[in-house]
Structure formats: structure tokens, C-alpha cells
């Protein structure tokens, strides 16, 4: 059964086959910032930077922001909702690594002097694309599972609790994921615990410093829809959207 209050912001009440509130425009422009920022990050990735003597791709830097987004449409929106866009985010990705390919094989021009420019940025390598999509995937889902479970149980209460947590398991199932599989094999056992911690660190910091800005938006996101779901039960099924 759907629910709603009296009030002004409906509570919805969700199990895990009701069809759940309306997209809106506001639903759309987050789940256009979230595909961009994660097209974004994997080209950025290519950079590797040092932080403070870490070894770490530039995209800790804009990466993180997606689990902000993802926050923001699961205590809002709900679960199945964020998957639809963690789903599209897969998709547009999907898309323009295809893009990149075959500008990739395309004959270049006689006088055109950057193919190697080009692949170096554009020309992912096929074991470091899975390894996004592997790490993408799994971390997005768990973080919007966790995070949809820990607002019941807290009836809507310790936002900060529940978006730290939820980043905490999920980028961590991220980090590991995509290190392991992107460069397992490359570098000594010891770097590689070393970049998984290291970024899986900065990246609980990021979601940690965060935290009043999540605040700000769920709370302006919430009044300006109408609306808050509860899950009250839920498919696990990463497919069930």
C-alpha cells in the first residue's frame, strides 16, 4: 500500500513492488549531474596525482560526488529510484566509451598530429574498464541499499550517521573492486593495500566533509518535491528497478 500523510511533505510508505512517486524535473537534473560526474571521473582517472605522498587518480576528486547525488535520491526518491539512475549512469557510460572507441579507429587526418594523446586519455584499456564498471556498479547499489535500510531502522533520524555508514561500505566495496582488478598483478601486494586504503580514506573524508552540504540539499530537495521515502521493504535484486 501507498500512504500518504496529511502534510505538507508526503511520507511514502514503499514496498518493494509499489510504483513509488513521479519523476520530476528536479529527479532529472540530478540524475544528469550524477551520469555527468561519473563520464567525467573515469576520463579524469586517467591522471594520476599525489596527495599529501599518496599515489591517487584525480578522480577522487570528482568521483565521490556521485554518492552525494546517489545520497540525495535515495532519502528522497528512494531506493528504486536511485538504482534507475545508477543504471542510466552505467548506460551513459557504456555509451561513451563506445564514442571514444571509434574515434579511437577512425583514420586520423595526414596532418593531424594527436593519436597518441588520444589514446593515451580516451583509449582505456579493456581490464581497466571493467574494473570501473565492477567497482561503478556494486559500490552505487550496496551504498543505496545500505543507506535505504539505515533510514528505517533510524526512522529518518541521523542523516549523518546513515550517509557516512552507507559510504563506508560501498566506496570501500568500490575501491577494493577496482584496484584489485585494475591493477592486481602490476605493483607489489604493499602498494596496492596502499592505494586501496589511501583512497578509500579520501573518499569517506570527502563524504564526511560533505555531510552539511547533504544536509542542505535532502532537506531543500524534500520541501521543494513534497516528499520522503520509506522503504519499508525492499528487493535486493540490483535488476529491480
Partial sequence: MLNLSTTTKHRFHMSYNTTGPKITS???????????????????AVKIVNVWGHIVPAAVFLFPATYIIGDILTEVYGLRF?????????????????????????????????QDSYDSILGNTPRIVMASFAGYLAGELLNSMVLARLKVWTRGRM?????????????????????????????????????????????VIYETLAT??????????KAHEAMDVYEDEFSVNPFSV
Fill in 82 to 114: 536511485a538504482r534507475r539512475v545508477i543504471w542510466l549512469g552505467f548506460l551513459c557510460n557504456v555509451v561513451a566509451l563506445i564514442g571514444f572507441w571509434i574515434g579511437g579507429i577512425l583514420p586520423a587526418a595526414s596532418f593531424w598530429q594527436g
Fill in 26 to 44: 528536479l529527479f532529472i537534473l540530478f540524475a544528469a549531474l550524477f551520469a555527468t560526474l561519473l563520464i567525467t571521473s573515469n576520463i579524469v
Fill in 212 to 221: 552539511p552540504l547533504t544536509y542542505i540539499l535532502v532537506n531543500k530537495v
Fill in 159 to 203: 542523516l549523518w550517521m546513515r550517509t557516512v555508514s552507507s559510504t563506508v561500505v560501498g566506496q570501500g566495496l568500490d575501491t577494493i573492486l577496482f584496484i584489485c582488478i585494475a591493477f592486481i598483478g602490476t605493483m607489489s601486494n604493499s602498494n596496492l593495500i596502499d592505494l586501496v586504503i589511501t583512497q578509500w580514506i579520501f573518499k
